[in-house]
């Protein structure tokens, strides 16, 4: 009986020295989660105001690019010690365009048959007249400035300091570089385009274009009609790397179940300025832009880099790479969501007519299109709308 007591009673403390251990390792593990936790907590909000203070530099930089563009391109800053000859180089025109910001302009023209621009000349300086049998021609050429090019101002400089770059990353290289003068930069010494448009209709000092890739506010300096027979070279070729189409293109372009009601309330607001028939043109519109994919180089490679912010009711969007293939070089921002690294989380705006569209683009490069609302106001003239050149295009 003695021995079972005994027994009875080793049991009982090595019971209660095991629920003790147990114990004490149980406080242990949670005292270390909870360091853990308090630690991860920390880092993730040093990281965001890292990320935050890095957005605003970023703002404050697109800011004060933008009043220095404005202010040098009103002035004549050219050195007398350069001897440079100078040519009445002025706009003649001005481009209003389907493309409300450089974020989803095409990087080449004829890509989006259905991107329309409407091309206005100052008849101080161009007689209506000028135009008469421009539109017996399919096509026509235009020369242009890329005016919103973030390096601009460098220009003024003088060459030992403009910090111009001969060579430049191409998209299509994955960032591999090629010189200046063997690709489309809009960063090149003398910032002007060159692009070919389909000619719509002509109407007194205005031209309707369409397959555009250019920004609302291009200035232009010339138009020249399109010469098939001595501009089209049956013989050309190009390097390989420009044969490689697929490595822009998307998977597949889809739109959420109330994405065409939404856009049917914005169409009220925005269909006295629009250059489309309908909701239903436009959303092809939307789906012609987005078969290519419109993201920089810089923010494929980081789609979680770039950060929408809003002030003033305004899209503040942060610049794409300085080097990019086009002066649109496209720029595409998104919200923070819960976990801002997870690509496929990114919400990115296109910005068309003043309307702004978010989509969705996964690893697979399937586009989905959720919503369109009527944030970024659109600053082009009533006149330039589908009422004006209704009867022209029927």
């Known amino acids: 009986m003695g021995s079972k007591n005994s027994e009875t009673k080793w049991l009982r403390v090595t019971l209660t020295l095991t629920l003790t251990a147990v114990s004490v390792s149980a406080y242990l593990l949670k005292r270390k989660w909870n360091d853990l936790k308090w630690k991860m907590e920390e880092l993730e909000a040093s990281l965001k105001s890292c990320s935050d203070k890095c957005a605003?530099?970023?703002?404050?930089?697109?800011?004060?690019?933008q009043a220095l563009r404005e202010k040098v391109t009103h002035s004549q800053p050219i050195s007398e010690d350069l001897n440079l000859t100078r040519y009445p180089m002025?706009?003649?025109g001005v481009v209003h365009s389907c493309f409300s910001s450089r974020n989803g302009t095409p990087r080449q023209p004829l890509l989006v048959p259905l991107a329309r621009a409407c091309l206005v000349f100052n008849t101080t300086r161009v007689p209506p007249s000028s135009l008469h049998g421009l539109a017996d021609y399919s096509h026509c050429w235009i020369l242009y400035v890329f005016h919103l090019n973030t390096d601009l101002h460098k220009l003024w400089n003088h060459p030992s300091k403009s910090g111009f770059k001969a060579k430049v990353r191409v998209p299509r290289l994955k960032g591999g570089r090629k010189g200046v003068f063997a690709t489309r930069s809009p960063h090149r010494p003398c910032p002007i385009g060159l692009t070919v448009a389909k000619v719509e209709a002509v109407q007194g000092n205005m031209i309707l274009l369409s397959g555009v890739d250019l920004v609302d506010g291009t200035p232009v300096l010339d138009i020249k009609p399109y010469l098939p027979y001595c501009d089209s070279i049956?013989?050309?070729t190009v390097p390989n790397w420009l044969m490689e189409d697929n490595l822009l293109s998307v998977a597949s372009i889809s739109f959420t179940e109330d994405f065409a009601s939404a856009l049917e309330n914005c169409w009220i607001i925005v269909e006295k300025k629009s250059l489309y028939a309908s909701p239903s043109e436009f959303q092809s519109l939307i789906r012609q832009v987005l078969?290519?994919?419109i993201r920089s180089l810089s923010q494929r490679n980081r789609p979680h880099d770039t950060l929408l912010k809003k002030e003033n009711d305004e899209l503040l969007l942060g610049n794409a790479s300085d080097e990019d293939e086009h002066q649109n070089e496209t720029t595409v921002v998104h919200e923070r969501e819960q976990n801002p690294l997870n690509s496929n989380e990114i919400i990115y705006h296109l910005?068309?007519?003043g309307l702004d569209v978010s989509y969705r683009i996964d690893q697979d490069r399937n586009v989905i299109v959720e919503k369109i609302s009527t944030t970024v106001q659109d600053k082009r003239p009533n006149f330039?709308?589908?009422l004006t050149w209704k009867n022209k295009l029927q």
């Open 90 to 92: 002025i706009p003649i």
């Open 291 to 293: 078969s290519w994919d």
């Open 351 to 353: 910005i068309l007519e």
């Open 234 to 236: 049956r013989e050309a």
């Open 384 to 386: 330039c709308n589908y």
């Open 56 to 65: 605003s530099e970023r703002q404050g930089r697109i800011r004060a690019q």
